[in-house]
């Protein structure tokens, strides 16, 4: 008896494979491509204003030699997952006593990633951000031939908010992206493509002159500004990064 009732489940089984039946909610899906190697774009900014030139490691390999402040990498292929990420002294080794940044981060997969290590020597902080694949840009329309987009990566050490402003007609200014807290950053801010001359924003709408530097925002690209150094106001600078382009 039992065996005859393995025959007819095994007989149903085959009836249903062959007829291409799936069961899955009732809902019929592709299977996703399989992908011989997940990896990401991962771009490496060094942003602490007191450390001297570090080399950046990821598990075992070099990804960046010497890489003084105010300095940003290339967007390097990263494979993705759990990733040791460490940063030493340029031309150190990656022993336990060296390591002055030693942390385990996900790589999460087919993105477009900025890492900026921040704060000061004796404290280095990390602050990633991502460039593609947000929500956000999946379901937001396409830049027309007219527009770019600017995000506002805040790590100044003294954690004051600022933002972005440019120059207008008359003496004024115009806020680009308005002040966000340090150390934060921004949602991108859709802009028209144009030179503009900017300026370091605090709230209130306020400029910092020292700051002034011009900017080509070029249609259908995007932008990240990092903001470091401290709050006096001569020491703060823009580190202009572009993100993507069409």
Not at 47 to 58: H, L, Q
Not at 88 to 106: C, I, W
Not at 210 to 232: D, L, M, N, Q
Request: proline share 5%.
């Amino acid at each position: 008896m039992q065996q005859k009732l393995l025959r007819k489940a095994g007989l149903l089984v085959i009836v249903l494979l062959t007829s291409g039946v799936v069961f899955n909610g009732c809902i019929d899906e592709p299977n996703p491509p399989v992908l011989d190697r997940i990896v990401s774009e991962v771009r490496f900014v060094h942003a602490v204003s007191n450390a001297p030139a570090v080399d950046i490691w990821v598990d075992n390999d070099k990804v960046v030699s010497g890489a003084s402040y105010k300095q940003a990498s290339e967007y390097l292929t990263i494979n993705s997952g759990n990733r040791m990420l460490r940063v030493v002294p340029a031309g150190a080794d990656t022993s336990v006593s060296a390591n002055h940044f030693r942390q385990l981060v996900t790589v999460r997969s087919l993105m477009k990633i900025t890492m900026v290590f921040h704060q000061n020597w004796n404290d280095v902080q990390l602050l990633t951000t991502q460039e593609r694949f947000t929500y956000a840009d999946e379901t937001s329309a396409l830049l027309d031939s007219s527009e770019a987009d600017l995000k506002v990566i805040n790590v100044n050490f003294d954690g004051v908010a600022y933002g972005i402003a440019k120059s207008i007609e008359g003496g004024n200014y115009q806020s680009l992206v308005s002040p966000v807290p340090a150390p934060w950053l921004s949602a991108y801010t859709r802009i028209p493509a144009q030179s503009a001359s900017c300026f370091i924003s605090r709230a209130g709408g306020t400029v910092i002159l020292p700051s002034e530097f011009t900017h080509e925002f070029k249609a259908g690209h995007r932008y990240s500004f990092v903001i470091v150094g401290t709050g006096e106001a001569e020491e703060l600078e823009v580190l202009p990064l572009e993100d993507d382009r069409p």
